[in-house]
């Protein structure tokens, strides 16, 4: 199975590298990392990724992937992006993201009539997309696999190895990883964190949202037909 993972300025580093270390270890599968040009990537938090192909000369893969990030919102409005999403999806056979990568792939028209989820700050905007939004952790829809925000990039690599090759095998991935989460805070969901926390961070992400929100409809009236 190839694998193609994209990756683009301001990506959540975690949102890439918890699939990345699910992904490269399925039997018989390689992956690729692919972005517009072989220029190291810098990630939000610094850290900088080396592509391995460009969209440009990438091979049809099998499984297309999208991470999230505060870089979301320009590749939203990217043509070379959204035709290279849309391009890999027609023979591909899963078209997955993590975390506001989903909204990437609903600018695209790739979830226009799937349940998807991303993460809890931007599940309102799903629907811009045509996509039905759910609050769980991983949603499969068909060919389309989404995670949740950022951590939940690990499970949703976990599905992934399970649909793809069998419970066996991700059980097996999960036990190598040693992925046994023990937070020391019930506070990682709006659900179950306090609800000044809630509030205090939805109050942080507002400007974000707001500029997300009207991305989200340019590209929805420019790419979609919305």
């Known amino acids: ?34 972005a517009k040009s072989l220029q190291p990537v810098k990630a939000q938090s610094g850290i900088r990724i080396i592509p391995d192909t460009t969209i440009a000369a ?13 870089g979301i ?9 959204l ?8 023979r591909a056979k899963y078209v997955t993201s993590v975390c506001t990568g989903a909204l990437v792939l609903g600018a695209a028209g790739l979830l226009k009539g799937y349940r998807a989820t991303t993460h809890w700050a931007s599940l309102d905007l799903l629907p811009i997309f045509g996509a039905t939004p759910v609050a769980d952790r991983v949603v499969i829809d ?17 599905t992934v190895a399970s649909e793809a090759f069998g419970v066996r095998v991700a059980k097996s991935i999960q036990l ?19 609800a ?3 509030e205090e961070e939805r109050r942080k ?3 974000q949202h707001a500029a997300r929100l009207e991305q989200a409809r340019r590209a929805a009236r420019l790419y979609c037909g919305a």
């Open 1 to 34: 199975m190839i694998i193609g993972m994209l990756i683009f300025p301001d990506l959540t580093q975690l949102d890439f590298a918890g699939p990345h270390e699910v992904l490269t270890r399925l039997p018989h599968s390689e992956v690729k990392v692919i």
């Open 58 to 70: 990438a091979p049809q893969v099998d499984l297309v992937f999208v991470p999230g990030g505060p």
């Open 73 to 81: 919102g320009a590749q939203m409005e990217d043509a070379e992006t």
């Open 83 to 90: 035709e290279f999403l849309r391009r890999q999806a027609q």
């Open 142 to 158: 068909r060919n389309r696999i989404t995670g949740g925000g950022v951590t939940a990039g690990i499970d949703f690599g976990l």
């Open 176 to 194: 190598g990883l040693e992925y046994h989460p023990a937070p020391p805070f019930n506070s990682g969901h709006p659900t179950t964190a306090d």
């Open 196 to 198: 000044d926390i809630v």
């Open 205 to 207: 992400r507002a400007p």
